[in-house]
């Protein structure tokens, strides 16, 4: 019971304000880094920047038809865990309850076993990603620490969690305390590693996609 008052309490409280405090930073850093303002005219026939973002985040969501032969597994895939996550995080009743507890906020769940079947859909998904990554010349050589230990924080609260529901190893309380300890780990390292993408990936993407599309108006008004 002591460990599970310590990450219920002190450990949760800590994760939770790293998280918050990282997250906050990282995006304001990037929101208003200092930028060389462009001042080159934009070519009346283009797209205002902030359409060129939201095509360019779209255009992303599905691979490209050069690559997508070889790459729509690991894409597919990539869906897989992402969405099952979003499903286990959000819609298992003990998590909103859970959250609720914390924040006030409710809504409603899916079934428990349905959640419980995606879970185990989450993780084998997982470890098929880390199979792709470890067995794929190209991507294990340009992979790093980061990426190795950014899927082993987010596979051991998926694993903790299958492993607490069905009381395997040892007491509920002490299978419950190391579930909430993996998603304090989790919580602390998002911020300071890859796993920043979840808040990241589209703001990124859409100042990619703007950036291109003024370069190419660019490029047009220098050849006319």
């Not at 969690?161 to 069905?166: F, H, L, P």
Request: hydrophobic content about 55%; overall charge positive.
């Amino acid at each position: 019971m002591e460990l599970l008052e310590f990450a219920r309490g002190p450990a949760l409280m800590f994760s939770i304000t790293v998280f918050i405090a990282g997250v906050l930073f990282r995006i304001f850093s990037l929101l208003f880094m200092w930028r060389t303002k462009d001042t080159s005219a934009a070519h009346p026939g283009q797209k205002p920047e902030i359409m060129a973002a939201l095509s360019d985040i779209l255009r992303r969501m599905w691979p490209l038809a050069t690559y997508r032969q070889r790459s729509l597994f690991q894409w597919i895939n990539g869906y897989v865990f992402h969405i099952g996550l979003f499903i286990v995080v959000f819609f298992l009743l003990p998590h909103i309850l859970f959250i609720n507890d914390l924040t006030g906020l409710s809504w409603g769940h899916l079934p428990n076993n349905l959640v419980y079947a995606i879970s185990i859909v989450t993780l084998i998904s997982l470890i098929a990603a880390l199979i792709m990554r470890a067995s794929n010349p190209p991507q294990r050589l340009i992979s790093t620490f980061d990426d190795y230990f950014s899927w082993l924080v987010t596979f051991l609260p998926v694993l903790s969690g299958i492993v607490a529901t069905m009381h395997i190893g040892a007491r509920y309380e002490t299978l419950l305390a190391l579930h909430i300890l993996s998603v304090c780990l989790l919580l602390i390292y998002i911020p300071f590693g890859k796993l920043m993408h979840f808040f990241l990936v589209f703001i990124t993407r859409g100042q990619t996609g703007a950036h291109i599309a003024h370069r190419r108006r660019t490029t047009v008004l220098k050849g006319e």
